[in-house]
């Protein structure tokens, strides 16, 4: 069982160009997060989903777009890069039924840089 | 708004050594979590505490969620150079989404 993956590992990415940075999660759970973690700042949530075909804005949602088009996948968009979004991207799930504990499980985590 | 406060940021020891880890809020939660993360790699869930005054073990980590569940603490008995990490503290708020502390970081030196 693999868990979350997380592709690619790192990238460097020139200013004004599109990346999409891949999450796929094999445990079928309905939840799952984008954060960036950044030095001083700690893990901020990007976007969310509940359930496949939902999606929500989080904290810092601006510059970047997500789609959950089934329960194991979701992509993040970055439209057009610029260097304030260099950051650790990390992906999570979670089974998040009706309890309030909302354990997550986090993928190896994306570096990505723009220069 | 929910914050989560950290503390030490930073903590350096060497290996036998017992330190402890504080989160601390004004807001109280209905459940907290404790994750480690190591160089390189994302968190790693280590123990929920969901009952105000709950004590959790972890073989050398001993975690407790406060009587009015507003903080926790993680205290680490003889630590080893294999608890070097970040450990990060996130209630659930009040939508349910985590509410995370910015962590401390731990150096256990041989």
């Known amino acids: 069982i693999a868990g979350i993956t997380q592709a690619p590992t790192s990238q460097i990415l020139a200013a004004g160009r599109r990346m999409t940075l891949r999450c796929t999660q094999d445990m079928r759970h309905n939840a799952m997060y984008w954060y960036r973690q950044d030095l001083g700042l700690g893990l901020r949530l990007i976007h969310y989903?509940?359930?496949?075909?939902?999606?929500g804005k989080g904290e810092v949602p601006d510059g970047y777009s997500v789609s959950r088009a089934n329960t194991d996948d979701f992509p993040l968009t970055l439209a057009s890069a610029v260097p304030s979004q260099t950051s650790v991207y990390f992906c999570a799930s979670s089974d998040a039924g009706g309890g309030s504990i909302n354990e997550q499980f986090f993928g190896p985590g994306t570096r990505l840089t723009v220069l | 708004t929910q914050l989560l406060e950290q503390s030490p940021q930073f903590l350096s020891i060497q290996e036998g050594e017992n330190l402890t880890v504080y989160c601390n809020s004004s807001s109280v939660f209905s459940s907290l979590q404790w994750y480690r993360q190591e160089p390189g790699e994302g968190p790693v869930l280590l123990v929920t505490?969901?009952?105000g005054g709950e004590v959790k073990k972890l073989k050398r980590l001993t975690f407790q969620f406060g009587d009015a569940r507003k903080d926790s603490s993680l205290h680490i008995t003889a630590a080893q150079p294999g608890d070097t990490g970040l450990y990060l503290c996130a209630g659930v708020g009040l939508n349910r989404k985590l509410i995370w502390g910015l962590g401390t970081s731990l150096a256990v030196n041989p």
């Open positions: 505490v969901v009952t």
């Open positions: 989903s509940n359930t496949a075909g939902t999606t």
